[in-house]
């Protein structure tokens, strides 16, 4: 690093500081702001900050409704980052064998991530329209058409499972990205690697499986820490597929609605709370482990 | 050799199937938006239009108009302030870096990555102070602060791989700070401040959480309004359809002309530059 001298670094530090006051205002005074109110009585429309502890968590956990949103995100958690890594992992290594048109393709599977959240949710509750009988329509008449009967299902109205079909707009949405990101990790994959393997007399398939897949786990890594952290987030997919139903609550649905429907702030922070908790868990180790990395480079 | 082709061959038909199903949402849109109400039926959703008609659109325009000019105002000045606050923020962070910065740098990440819900209580209350509720005031300036995070870190990954020496040799001709950013780095940064602008822009324009807390009806922008508009049983699914497709034509077009830009925007939020 270069010198400088006093005057710069005092400048330097001038021309950031409406932005470092605002980010710690607006982030960390806000947070600790959250923090407070979760751990006060505030319900209704004046604050109150009696201090009542972790009342409000305790209480959390013994709420049939909470444990319904946790079950509802460990459940859309696991289908939602499973299946758009998987499905992006299988577009990148489609694409990675030199295809035609693959400009075409790459474009079209990223298409939807410019897309709210608020259009595809829309768009996919009529797709996805579990009525029944000669009101049919959507995906379920598409089957009945094609003669997929088996296909026909009750979609997020299904009892327990629903959340997961939520998961499918989802994505619909973010798979673009896992492909992105992993063809970029095939490209990174030097020839020389895999034409001296080629030479040992390895197939195409062990080429795969032996050494590109394994260069490929970082990319996995980071892959399943963005996607984790969105669906802990999930919030305005699920209110234009389904609107607030309990069947298909998640704690931002719940901590949006108790807040601002209910005026149970204290409740609401406190959500709020342990929902910045999980991000947190997953993104603080990530962050720390990226910064490493590009100093060590 | 006959193998080999099979193999093609199984690729192409596995890519033409993924197609399809990323284009069914789209077809579904396009194709009921451009019927006539005559001929609207959920029974034949998937049918083409026998004559292509534009009640739906028209229809989806008359309600949402409003908030189409509500997400304009609010969308172009949010992007614009916080690109330009994070050019200045990613040249100091990446050419100035003062004592504490390592440790002000992941704090300001973070920032990208928490759920809003955990200061939305705070900001509510700030903002219905600040315009009294009404205006569209309050939403730009969530958008710009937490718009900073990232558009911060782009710059100042843009930054630093801009040589040191330039810096150097500038300082020697008598230049300053301010001065090195307007005549050097500003006028070499129009690639990332299209990333960045790209972004933002998408970002405000597909946010509901900010929106539908800081905004009164009259005032909603795209979002809000189309999430409304499904919610109520009364407006029909058909005009539902074409309300999506206006909401999302702006960022579309963006993607379709912009598209790489707006890929490198996305890698940068997964800290991937």
């Known amino acids: 690093m270069t010198m400088h001298s006093k005057k710069e670094a005092w400048q330097s530090f001038l021309l950031v500081s409406p932005s470092l006051l605002a980010v710690a205002i607006f982030v960390y005074g806000f ?267 | 050799m006959k193998r080999g082709r099979l193999v093609r061959g199984l690729t192409y038909a596995a890519l033409i199937l993924l197609s399809l199903f990323y284009l069914l949402p789209i077809y579904v849109m396009l194709v009921t938006s451009l019927k006539g109400f005559d001929e609207v039926s959920l029974k034949t959703m998937w049918d083409l239009p026998r004559v292509i008609r534009f009640d739906n659109f028209i229809a989806a325009y008359q309600k949402l108009s409003p908030h189409l000019w509500n997400s304009l105002n609010m969308v172009l000045p949010a992007a614009v302030l916080s690109s330009i606050l994070g050019s200045l923020n990613g040249y100091v962070l990446a050419k100035w870096r003062f004592r504490g910065a390592n440790i002000i740098f992941p704090l300001i990440l973070f920032g990208i990555f928490i759920p809003y819900q955990s200061i939305l209580i705070p900001l509510v209350q700030f903002v219905t102070r600040l315009n009294g509720g009404s205006g569209l005031v309050g939403l730009v300036l969530a958008h710009v602060v937490y718009g900073l995070p990232i558009t911060t870190l782009t710059f100042r990954n843009y930054f630093a791989g801009v040589p040191k020496e330039m810096v150097e040799a500038a300082k020697m001709d008598g230049a300053g700070l301010l001065q090195i950013y307007w005549s050097i780095f500003l006028p070499i940064s129009i690639p990332a401040f299209v990333v960045v602008l790209i972004w933002q822009f998408t970002q405000a324009w597909n946010d509901f959480l900010f929106a539908v807390v800081l905004t009164e009806p009259a005032y909603w922008p795209m979002t809000v309004a189309l999430n409304n508009m499904a919610g109520s049983q009364i407006v029909a699914w058909n005009v539902q359809m074409a309300g999506s497709f206006l909401t999302a034509l702006p960022t579309l077009l963006v993607y379709i002309f912009l598209g790489q830009y707006f890929l490198r925007g996305m890698m940068a939020g997964a800290l991937k530059g």
């Open chain 1, 31 to 297: 947070i600790g702001w959250t923090g407070r109110v979760s751990l006060s009585r505030w319900t209704g429309l004046l604050p109150d900050f009696t201090w009542v502890g972790l009342e409000n968590y305790r209480k959390l956990f013994g709420d049939a409704r909470f444990q319904i949103d946790i079950r509802n995100t460990v459940l859309f958690t696991a289908v939602f980052v499973l299946g758009a890594l998987l499905l992006g992992l299988f577009e990148a290594l489609l694409l990675d064998q030199g295809v035609k048109g693959e400009a075409f393709f790459r474009n079209l599977f990223l298409f939807p991530l410019a897309i709210s959240y608020i259009v595809t949710g829309v768009v996919w509750r009529w797709l996805m329209n579990p009525a029944s009988g000669t009101r049919l329509s959507g995906l379920n008449l598409l089957f009945e058409r094609l003669g997929l009967h088996f296909l026909i299902n009750d979609w997020y109205t299904t009892p327990f499972w629903g959340i997961v079909f939520i998961a499918i707009p989802a994505i619909w949405q973010m798979s673009g990205f896992t492909m992105a990101i992993y063809l970029a990790g095939l490209r990174a994959v030097p020839d020389e690697l895999r034409e001296a393997a080629r030479v040992d007399g390895a197939s195409e398939w062990q080429i795969y499986t032996r050494i590109v897949l394994p260069l490929l786990r970082p990319v996995t890594l980071s892959a399943l820490i963005i996607l984790g952290h969105m669906s802990l987030k999930v919030f305005d997919l699920i209110l234009a597929v389904a609107g607030k139903q309990l069947a298909l609550d998640v704690p931002a649905v719940y901590m949006w609605q108790t807040t601002f429907d209910g005026n149970f702030y204290g409740q609401g922070a406190a959500i709020a709370m342990l929902l910045l908790l999980s991000v947190a868990v997953l993104i603080v180790p990530y962050i720390w482990y990226t910064l490493r990395a590009e100093e060590e480079a």
